[in-house]
């Protein structure tokens, strides 16, 4: 079975530039989570997707924003980037809508560097 | 407000030196605890999830405890491949996304 994927693995920005971050979940999970791990913060909850529909986010500003598609992939969107969103994200899946007793699976992380 | 807190930051056993990673939470009501391992470059794996205090779980090496305010993560033997960053987190009060410790930074040396 595969796991979650995630592209691309490395991105190269620069202040004010926008970026789309892509996640495709494992077969037959409808929830989709994104995180952000920067150095030293740990890993921080920004989005949640279930069923196309953005069901909670994190404390980020609206830059940060995404979409659910009927295939349950999802896109990151990040606009006017700051050099404070160089991180990894990560994107998780589970089944079930958000149930609380599925856990979330991980794919490997889109690595952000802004110059 | 909802917490967790993993202790030590980091540290150094040596292979066979047994030791217990702790991890303490402060959320409304817990919905399951979860521990993940995350190797270096990449996503966290996936290793346990315990639900209520007494609970137990086991995985080779690993033995996750859960208590009302605690879980611990308790390593037997350890060999060199069991080097890895352990995250332990919460399902949040406002739903299932979940609240990550800063993790254990463990290093196994032969």
């Known amino acids: 079975e595969a796991g979650v994927t995630q592209s691309p693995t490395h991105l190269i920005k620069t202040r004010g530039q926008q970026v789309t971050l892509r996640c495709s979940p494992i077969?037959?999970?409808?929830?989709v989570y994104w995180y952000q791990q920067a150095l030293g913060l740990g890993l921080q909850f920004l989005l949640w997707y279930d069923e196309g529909e953005e069901r909670n986010r994190g404390n980020f500003p609206p830059r940060f924003s995404g979409r659910q598609f009927p295939n349950y992939s999802s896109e990151l969107n990040v606009n006017a980037l700051e050099l404070e969103d160089s991180a990894l994200y990560l994107c998780a899946s589970s089944s079930g809508q958000g149930a609380y007793n599925q856990p979330q699976h991980f794919g490997d992380g889109t690595r952000l560097s802004i110059l | 407000e909802d917490q967790v807190t993993q202790s030590p930051e980091a540290l150094r056993l040596q292979e066979g030196e047994s030791s217990s990673l702790n991890c303490s939470y402060t959320?409304?009501?817990?919905?399951?605890l979860f521990w993940y391992r995350q190797d270096p470059g990449k996503g966290p794996e996936f290793l346990f999830t315990?639900?209520?205090a007494g609970e137990e779980k086991e995985k080779e090496r690993l033995k996750a405890t859960l208590t009302k305010k605690e879980s611990f993560l308790h390593i037997t033997a350890p060999k060199p491949e069991d080097s890895a960053t352990y995250l332990c987190a919460v399902h949040g009060s406002a739903g299932t996304a979940l609240i990550f410790g800063k993790g254990t930074t463990l290093s196994v040396s032969s």
């Open positions: 077969s037959g999970h409808t929830s």
């Open positions: 315990l639900y209520s």
């Open positions: 959320v409304s009501g817990l919905r399951g």
